[in-house]
């Protein structure tokens, strides 16, 4: 009874792990466009060293159109009610390195989550076995009797 408590910890402790990983991995797949989204913008301002209109989201299905004036400084939400200045330039190579790793930090989710289901699944598997190995002994031993 204790070994088979243990062996459905483990199974639970793995799964809860797989969840963890899939919930990062959305996380961060939702990330990519936004960052995709801000570095396209940043070097719209960095090409264009002029005026433009941009529509932007202000609240939820409330838009407003902007006027941008030519600028070198942008400010970029870090999160965690934190935004910083930036120069247009430190900007864009910010936003870059932070795109390329998302990436590699996704496919790298990626390759964590087949690992743990390959795991997961070989755990299951084993446990069958040695319930099927432990019920044929039983039976075996109570033919004995």
Avoid: C
């Avoid at 600028?71 to 247009?88: H, Q, R």
């Amino acid at each position: 009874a204790v070994e088979r408590f243990l062996e459905e910890a483990v199974v639970s402790t793995q799964s809860t792990g797989e969840l963890n990983l899939m919930q990062r991995k959305k996380r961060l797949r939702g990330q990519i466009p936004d960052i995709e989204k801000t570095l396209e913008i940043v070097e719209h301002m960095l090409k264009k060293k002029q005026e433009f209109n941009t529509h932007f989201l202000l609240s939820d299905q409330v838009h407003t159109v902007a006027r941008v004036p030519p600028t070198d400084k942008v400010f970029l939400w870090l999160g965690a009610n934190t935004m910083l200045e930036y120069s247009i330039e430190e900007a864009v190579t910010l936003l870059s390195k932070n795109l390329s790793t998302a990436v590699v930090n996704a496919g790298q989710l990626d390759d964590d989550l087949e690992y743990l289901s390959n795991q997961i699944t070989t755990m299951e598997v084993n446990m069958a076995r040695v319930y099927n190995w432990d019920f044929k002994r039983r039976k075996a031993a109570a033919e004995k009797k």
